[in-house]
Each structure stands twice: as C-alpha cells, then as structure tokens.
C-alpha cells in the first residue's frame, strides 16, 4: 500500500512538472518605466518564465523599430550607432531561478528616444504572442522656440499688443516673464506666468526689455529676452530749473536737460531773445553742446543726456534757454534760467585768495611784539616784589 502511495506522489510530481515544462511563456512582471534626463542611459527590464526556444523581442513601438532578438541587437548600424565604443543599444539576459530577465540598454538618450517599448515573445507555431509595454521617460531641459516668441516690438503710446514665448522640453515647460531691470510688470506685478503676455493702452513707462524664462525642473532652465520699442512724443526735463553765474570774470557755465522720444528726437539748445523768438545755439567758440547717450547709469531707455556749455559768461548770456526734442509724433521743450551772481559757481571754481595788506601785517606784527615785552616785564616784577 505504501508502494503504490508513493507511486502515486511520483507520477503527480512528473506531471505537474511536465505540466510547468507544457505551459506557454509569458511576461510575468510588469514593466516599470524608466525617467532619465537627456544624455544618460535608461534600462527597462523583461521577465519572461517558460521561454524555451521562444525568441524575445524588443521593439521601439512608437516607431515600431524592432532592436532586438533574445539579447542580440538586430536593428541596423544606421540607428544603432558606437560612441566612445559604445552602441546605442545593449540588451543584457540574466537568470533568477526560472526567470530569464532581458534588459534592453539605452545609451546617450535623446528625444527620439522616449517612448512605449514592447517587450515581446514569439511563441513558434502559435498566433498568441504575448507582450507588455514599459515606458522611457526622458526629462529634456527647456528650449526657447525662437520662430514662435516675441523678440522686439514696436508700438505707439496707446495700443495694445501680446508678447509671446514658446518653449520646448519634457515636462512641458513653464512659461514666467519678468522686467530685467526688477521693476513691476505694467499688470502692477513682479512676474507673469504664461505663454502669452498681453499689453493693454501701452505707455512710454511699458517701454523696456523683458525677461521670459521657460523651467521645468530640468537643469538648466532657458531665457531670451523681449525689448518693446514705444514710440511716444518727446519729453524734455531740466536738470536744474536754474544756474548762476558771476559774468566778466572768465568763468563757464554748464546747463543741462534729460529728453526722452522715440523715434529718436533732433535734440537742440535755443537762447530765447528779448523778444521772445527762439534762437538756436550751435557749436562755436562760445558754447559746446554734448549729447550723452549714458550718463552715470541713470539714464531710461530712448533717453538723452543733453549738456551746453556756455564759456566766459558774460552779461548778453543771461536769460532762458530752451532744450528741445522733436520727432514725427511732436516736441517736448524744457526751459533754463541762468542768472547773474557775485562770486563763481560751480565745481570748478578757483580757489579762493586772501590778500594782506603791507601796513595790517606791520601793525599785528607790532601787536604782537608788544605783548610780548609786556609779559616779559610783568614776570621781572613779579620776581623782584615790585
């Protein structure tokens, strides 16, 4: 009786390995997707169980290239190219127990590269030929779509206009515009997160460069930077309403104005007559005029520094100057008193001289001599009890 139990317990254990032997292969794990960043290697790996002679592939499904054959890589030279001796796809089979692992190998990853990869077993002499799918994510930095983004705009004072940026990356970047020089938005904040930057009854303070920047978490985030070209009438700011000067005595004087315009303003210097009509004033050897196109770093955008220096001041040089700019849209005229004073004005002023009279030098020195004795005669007498 023992005999035939043990029979028994033989004859399950060969037919339930027979059985193993019997059943068809098959993918017995998911396959887990792989986030890489460009330029790196990616792997997913494919369990298989019962393959027998069964060949395994791996096939880019997106393209539906086929790579590979077991582990030998059977796509052509063409797409698997060597690097530094290195192809760009390996695939690695190992063994746990009796599971056969074929790992496909991605180097030096690159856009194409993303995508659904089928892990397939052709199983000879059936139609069934089961296959899971394993994502290659690859993380690609930003990259700014120069033909879609906005790189310079012109307006007029008043209208409304949209600036654009584009970029491209995995994960969809980010799209966040700023002023580079930090100040508020013409929206009243500091940074405007999207694509599309609208501009709503522009003004001449909108006038500037502005900063998109496109992040995705993605080392390192990309920039490009939009300048808006405002074209606006001219407008013109004495720095001083006022200068003096003392006049007879060879000293210079300069007057100065900061005039903003775009297009760019003809900047010009005008003495106004006595009676009231504008007369230009140009270079000669009386006065010099200096455009500045940056003074001290203080200057806006489509601002000029304008300088006249008026040599030797003397009494006919008094009055109002005018500084002008004029372009298509009009003129803005800022107005300059000079006037007349006692002493210079101005750093370049010299020094001042004091003059001592032979007969007050005599008379402190004489002072001084005096009090001298005095003292002298004042110890003696103490000394000897006077």
Known sequence: ME?????????FTVTSFASVL??????TERILPEIKKMGVTGRLKCVVINQDNNPVHWIHKDTQTTISTDEKITVDDVH?????GWPKYQVERTYDGMKTIYTIIV???EPRDAGNYTCQIIIRGSTKHPSKDGE???LIPPAIARSKTTHTLTVKDGDSVNMTCDASGHPKPNITWIRINGAMLPNGNLKQKSSVFPLRNVTKDDRGVYRCIAD??????ASTDATILVQFKPEARPIQDSYGQAENRMFDVTIECRISGYPDPDLKWYKVTPGGNLQQVTNDDKHTVNILLNHANILDPN??????????????????????????????????????????????CPAETVFISH?????????????????VFLLLAVKHGF
Do not use: K
């Open 107 to 109: 180097n030096r990853l």
């Open 3 to 11: 005999n035939f139990a043990f029979g028994i317990v033989i004859l």
């Open 359 to 375: 007969a007050s030098l005599t008379a402190r020195q004489s002072s001084v001599t005096f009090t001298f004795l005095g003292s």
């Open 303 to 348: 601002e000029r520094w304008l300088q006249m220096v008026i040599y030797a001041v003397q009494a006919n040089d008094y009055g109002d100057y005018v500084c002008e700019g004029r372009n298509s849209l009009g003129a803005g005229q800022g107005v300059v008193h000079l006037f007349a004073t006692s002493e210079c004005q101005g750093p370049n």
């Open 22 to 27: 019997a059943q068809d292969p098959e993918i």
């Open 136 to 138: 290659m994510i690859v």
């Open 216 to 221: 995705n978490n993605v080392r390192p985030p």
């Open 80 to 84: 698997n190219t060597v690097v530094n």
